[in-house]
């Protein structure tokens, strides 16, 4: 969603970070740039103007550094007061409970994904192993309760509900009395919205508060609603002193704003950015890390740890030695691509490589029905054809372009791509940097 501003900033600092020394008019341009690019980005105007006032102040004061020159030293500057801008380094982690289950109140307006997003954080806790459980509070939107039931399936946390309870606040004080009975590690009690907020809304939340002590209170924002997100925000901060931000919808087309403005409107950090539609597209927010992907500059952390949650030392280990010994197979080559694409859309991912953010521009996206179409191919092969490419003759390349519903010319560039893969990757297992001409005919 931080496409277009990214793509401003970048241009921008672009042009500065060729220059080998800057005159003060073209810190003025720069700045005057960075401001319209914030703006544009739907940035709240006073949010707008503290960031250049705190710009401007780190570049008066700054020295230049005998690793930056001039230009980059506007860089650092400008990802600095990003990242300060959206929490500071780091970001802040949930509080746990030192005894008994964790608490977590999840409070929003009705619309703002609060439902999915409860479970999307059960099952983010289930990945760092803790025992779960959400609990159906919100008794007002219809089939709410039904929802979470399923999708708390899908998270693989228990479920709790009374279902002939109508008062949420004897709901959750039952829940969490299961909660600790049952032992569980974590409780997410996801509460009633409203379609704005009102005291009803306000008086409801605050006696499930009361009611169940939360560790953490989180406020679930819809970054497609623009600047109506900090006023909720701003709404919330007043009367229910939540904890931290979850933002849903990041994965959209917004411009952005709201979610550069929520911290420092309410002084509530992000704490969690939901990225898709799938239960496992919700990541911890660190505003580093974010400032690094709006100036281009990549998100090598996010990126590794993505990888050390789908491949394991022993995988890896595996998988190098079938390279080294050319017993790499279309099995093999379809399950890497299966769980490379489990960790989220593709595009998003080569984001995170530092400069493929800039180097994939006017490229578009990168064609997940492409992959779709190599994916039915595979599928279509026999096992020893996929462990055999190469003994794939004529006819058995018009049955696999059948079954799966593509060309043989389709088949047949699929087999010739993946020995010439497979010879590169041999070459860079032994340490060999691979024929350039060799690289371009493997892309083709």
């Known amino acids: ?63 230049i550094s005998d690793a930056l020159n001039p230009g980059q030293t506007v860089v650092q500057a400008v990802n600095d007061e990003l990242t300060e801008l959206m929490g500071g380094a ?111 809304l306000m008086d409801e939340l605050a006696a499930v508060r009361v009611a169940v002590k939360p560790h953490n209170v989180l406020l679930v924002v819809d970054a497609m609603t623009g600047q109506d997100a900090v006023n909720v925000a701003e709404s919330f901060a007043e009367t229910a002193d939540f904890d931290g931000v979850v933002v849903t919808k990041l994965d959209g087309d917004a411009r952005g704003g709201a979610a550069l403005s929520v911290r420092a409107v309410t002084g509530r950090p992000i704490m969690f950015a939901s990225t898709g539609e799938k239960l496992d597209e919700i990541e911890r927010f660190h505003p580093d890390r974010m400032a690094g992907r709006i100036l281009g500059m990549g998100d090598v952390m996010s990126l590794i740890e993505k990888t050390q ?51 994939m521009q006017g490229m578009g996206q990168v064609d997940e029905r492409e992959l779709d179409r190599i994916e039915a191919i595979i599928k279509s092969m026999t096992p020893y054809e996929r462990a055999h490419p190469d003994e794939i003759n004529g006819s058995r390349r018009k049955r696999i372009a059948t079954g799966s519903g593509t060309t043989v010319q389709a088949v047949n560039r699929l087999v010739k791509q993946f020995g010439q893969m497979r010879k590169l990757m041999k070459q860079m297992a032994d340490g060999k940097m691979p024929d350039p001409a060799q690289l371009m005919r493997g892309a083709r």
């Not at 060729?18 to 006073?46: H, M, P, Q, T, Y």
């Not at 009395?177 to 974590?186: I, L, N, Y």
């Not at 030695?321 to 998003?348: C, H, W, Y």
């Open 90 to 200: 780091g970001g802040r982690e949930l509080a746990h409970s030192s005894s008994g289950p964790t608490v977590i109140l999840m409070a929003g307006l009705q619309g703002s994904g609060k439902t999915t997003a409860t479970a999307k954080l059960a099952k983010l806790l289930r990945k760092d192993h803790k025992d779960v459980a959400v609990a159906a509070c919100d008794l007002q939107r219809p089939a709410a309760v039904e929802q979470l039931e399923r999708l708390a399936g899908q998270a693989k946390a228990a479920f709790y509900s009374l279902p002939d309870e109508k008062d949420p606040v004897a709901v959750a004080s039952w829940a969490l009395s299961q909660a600790k009975s049952e032992g569980r590690d974590a409780l997410i009690v996801d509460t009633a919205g409203r379609l704005h907020v009102d005291a009803d």
């Open 309 to 359: 949650d789908e491949f394991s030392a022993d995988q890896a280990a595996d998988l190098e030695r079938k390279i080294r010994q050319q017993q790499f197979t279309l099995e093999d080559f379809l399950a890497q691509m299966q769980q490379v694409r489990s960790m989220g859309p593709l595009g998003n991912l080569m984001k995170m490589v530092p400069g493929m953010g800039k180097a």
């Open 1 to 63: 969603m931080f496409d277009q501003l990214s793509d401003r900033l970048q241009g921008v600092l672009g042009e500065i970070r060729s220059r080998g020394k800057l005159s003060d008019d073209d810190v003025k341009k720069a700045l005057r740039e960075v401001r319209l690019a914030l703006l544009e980005a739907d940035v709240n105007f006073k949010v707008v103007k503290n960031f250049t006032d705190g710009l401007r102040e780190r570049l008066e004061g700054a020295e």
